[in-house]
């Protein structure tokens, strides 16, 4: 699963999914406290 939102992001991993967080809207902080099992800082669509 892939989020940027923090709920998003604590709703996959409290259903025990692997969870990767874009910091795309959010501060690098903020994802973090929600535990994601990994953080992309910088990730451009192409």
């Known amino acids: 699963m892939t989020s940027d939102p923090v709920l998003g992001i604590k709703a996959g991993v409290a259903a025990g999914m692997p ?15 929600a535990n994601p099992t990994l953080l992309v800082e910088n990730y451009k669509d192409q």
């Open 19 to 33: 969870v990767i967080g874009l910091t795309t809207r959010n501060p690098k902080h903020m994802l973090m406290k």
